[in-house]
């Protein structure tokens, strides 16, 4: 499970830094800062069922 969640993580890291925007409603830096909380929140989650996984 640890190991799906780094790869969402991953994931949600190259869409945050491949995200662009343009035109009248731009609104590419609020779905990057989106994107990287995400990221931040799997990660630790991702962490935190590795140490649950390697203690059994």
Known sequence: ???IMLAG???L???AVTVTG???L???NI???VLT???VISGVI???LAKIGWKK
Request: glycine residues 12%; hydrophobic residues 60%.
């Open 1 to 3: 499970m640890s190991l």
């Open 46 to 48: 991702a962490l935190i």
């Open 31 to 33: 779905v990057r800062y």
């Open 37 to 39: 909380g995400m990221a």
């Open 9 to 11: 993580t991953a994931f």
């Open 13 to 15: 890291i190259w869409c």
């Open 26 to 28: 731009d609104l590419s």
């Open 22 to 24: 343009g035109g009248f």
